[in-house]
């Protein structure tokens, strides 16, 4: 059985179409058609057309390297490595100026001399035999009265108000095999891949999670800490975008 052919037939066990690998590898339909029938000449080169290979292999479920393997075999084989003194080595060897070991000697003559400038102040300020007062009270003056405590404020029971969510937090179980697509802010990828019946994935991002499920009913979801249950149940693709506020409150 050739590349193509292996390609389409697993495509088709994992119950997905052309339209959605697509969608999950970001490769074109007309791409994926081609090199479902050995035609690997609009992937834009060997390079390329080993990473369509191993892109797709991944979201249909399958081992890639045999494919690449075969896919080097019938193309000349594989590109040769660089070694990493070629790849890392300079042309011209970089100077490096000596670093000087720092002046402990004279950094400890500083410090003592601070010392002993403290002493001096201490007995200058504190010596000399100051001359010392001390109140009497005079007959039938009051004492001066100590100042009562403030009275304590009284304690509120009023329930703490609840911080603010700082993040959004999703939870994926999978209950069946289905491909998932979850991207954070901006559009960043956070997770590109199947999913097989038991696996467990958690997200997170500061603002907005974005999920696109390949089977609708296949996963189960908890977002920020409440279970969702299964969205979709009996539909195809499921998109989804949850932020910091949801779920909201019934």
């Not at 495509?11 to 052309?18: D, E, I, K």
């Not at 890392?88 to 003559?109: D, G, V």
């Not at 010392?132 to 009562?148: D, E, I, K, L, N």
Request: proline content about 7%.
């Amino acid at each position: 059985m050739s590349i193509g052919e292996t390609l389409a037939e697993e495509r088709q066990r994992a119950g997905l179409s052309m339209t959605q690998v697509s969608l999950q590898t970001r490769i074109r339909e007309t791409v994926i058609r081609g090199m479902e029938a050995d035609d690997f000449s609009a992937c834009g080169g060997n390079f390329y057309a080993r990473g369509h290979i191993r892109s797709i292999s991944r979201v249909i479920g399958i081992d890639p390297e045999p494919l690449v393997a075969e896919f080097d075999a019938a193309h000349g084989g594989a590109p040769q490595p660089v070694s990493a003194v070629s790849a890392f080595e300079p042309e011209q060897p970089l100077a490096f100026r000596e670093r000087r070991s720092p002046n402990w000697s004279a950094a400890m003559a500083l410090a003592l001399a601070l010392v002993v400038i403290y002493g001096i102040v201490q007995v200058v300020g504190h010596g000399g035999g100051g001359e010392r007062r001390t109140a009497r009270q005079v007959a039938g003056t009051p004492a001066p009265s100590t100042p009562s405590a403030a009275p304590s404020a009284p304690k509120s029971n009023a329930p703490v108000a609840e911080a603010p969510r700082t993040k959004v937090e999703v939870r994926v179980e999978a209950k069946r095999t289905t491909w998932l697509n979850v991207q954070g802010d901006k559009g960043r990828s956070l997770f590109s891949g199947m999913l097989r019946e038991g696996d467990q994935k958690s997200f997170s991002a500061d603002k907005k999670v974005r999920l696109v499920i390949g089977v609708g009913g296949s996963v189960n979801l908890t977002v920020n800490g409440k279970d969702l249950g299964s969205p979709g149940k009996g539909k195809g693709v499921q998109r989804l975008t949850f932020d910091r506020s949801d779920p909201e409150p019934a």
